[in-house]
């Protein structure tokens, strides 16, 4: 059909394009990129790289200082931290992109059809504002409490409070693209709503959600540390960086590198995303470079 | 002015409606007996029973609800399953800790975050500016207890110059009371001045570009006058309005920070009820810091008229 031959949303992002821009923006992207990478590989390959079992438990071996067995000492139950600390990015990672994933998906849903049924909008606008009324950290420990700290709920209680936030920018990038010609002509001719819907102006939203993907995955990584940490997180004895640092919490005068190694890990991992994201942000949207962001 | 002022309020009515509707639900909707959730895996089925009637448990979803908001528009946030006192005296007698971190952050971080906001904006692209930026991202970036345990490393640990952790009331002495909420004032701080000069910075350098900026350099205004009476009088809009949704950043803040620093506040309350599943608690834990989220930012809507003359409502 006629339609389907109208000019493509103008910003086409190839991966390789982006790439291509963020690499070039600053040399402190690579850096972040490449700790990122080594991050996640660590993770994935963690049974390979790490030197004892993270759950390991050895009485005798208690809060033992870094030596050329335990690298990082042991903690209060002489399990070896620099294992820990490497299987724990696992759980962080996966909360992140997972996060990032479910909110995206969600979001794009609620914010491609508010923005396009007027009706609809008032309604589903006012459960986005309430639920962004609610302190994020507030909300998840509340569900955590009630239904029991497993992976699969900790991700659900991450992922509730970043869902409006997602809504709220789908919406908008759709209430402005729906004005477009190409909209109208797509209508005008008849096309099926999920195709006006899939192919005309979910496009546009694909940019701002990349960045705001990048923000969210931060946002959770920190999220899940600040449950464990709370001790409402995902159950002790899995090592998660929040937990390693919970368990640390009550020795940290006598050995506070079981907080700082964990809190160290966790900054680099999301300081990283975010540079990523204000990157993404900067390639992406030119008239953003020079202030640097407002958000 | 007054019509618009109406509206406002009353647009914040549902917005608190859901709020409520969602932590009525939270516990209903959970998968499984909401008082045995409540109660724990020994529960008697006399504990049991005791949950059900003091939450109303037994009776329909709908009658729930509405008894439960009667209270609550009555000021009668529920009592307390653990302790059995009412949680607005629990509230009361926690509140000082928390007030006095929250209020002394907010000073803080505006008193420091404007002036490097508007430096960076006015450095643009120096050493300066990127410092602001770099320290930026930073403070978005290094989780709220890293600060926390970092700072009492050095200042409590290392330089011995302040305790480690606790809280004295002021009633105990001015002295004491400082030595106490500086080190958690730092910490929660960090966040919100990172969030205030990233935005001051970007507000700046978009009204720097005015006309009217480079009219008042050119009258010969010292730069001092043009930064802050021409320029960041037309910036401030958009800093008071992350100053407002920065909030949310700060009320999480406090829940952490209170942990780190053993400060017996409402934030750690909330934490020792999330722990106990002490719903009543959580429920009004959430209904409390939602409502001073939604009010904080309707006063700052409303402050608008008075930053800006050229919005009029």
Redesign the interface.
Known sequence: MAVDALPEPSIRITPRRLGRDVLRTSPIIAVAVLCLAAIVLLAIFAPLVAPHDPQLLAPALRLKPANAEFPLGTDAYGRDVLSRILYGGRISLLIGLGAALFSIVIGLLIGLVSGFFKWLDAVMM??M???M???????A???????GASLTTVLIAITIPEIPRVARLVRSVVLSAREEPYVEAAISVGSSLPKIMWRHLMPNTVAPLIVQGTYVC?SAI?TE??LS????GISPEIPTWGNI?AEGRAF??IK?SL??WP??M??IA??SV??IG?AARDALDPRMK?????? | MLGYLIRRVLAAIPVMGVVALFVFLLLRLTPGDPAAILAGDNATPEQLERIRTSLGLNEPLYTQFFTWIGRLLHGDLGVSLISNVPVTTMLGSRLEPTLSIALTTIVLAVLVAVPLGVVAAWKHGTWIDRFVMALSVIGFSVPVFVIGYLLIQIFAIELRWLPVQGFRSLSRGFGPFVERITLPTLTLSFIYIALIARMTRAAMLDVLDEDYVRTARAKGIPERGVLLRHALRNAAVPVITVIGTGFALLISGVVVTETVFNLPGIGRLTVDAVLARDYPVIQAMILLASGIYVAVNLLIDLSYTLLDPRIRY
């Open positions: 006012r459960i504002d309430g639920l009324a609610i302190p994020s950290i507030l909300l420990i509340a569900v955590v409490s009630l239904s931060a920190l540390a600040i940490f709370l001790g409402a640092m940290f005068q506070p907080i700082f809190g160290l966790l900054s999301i300081l975010n540079l204000d020079r202030r640097g962001g407002n958000a």
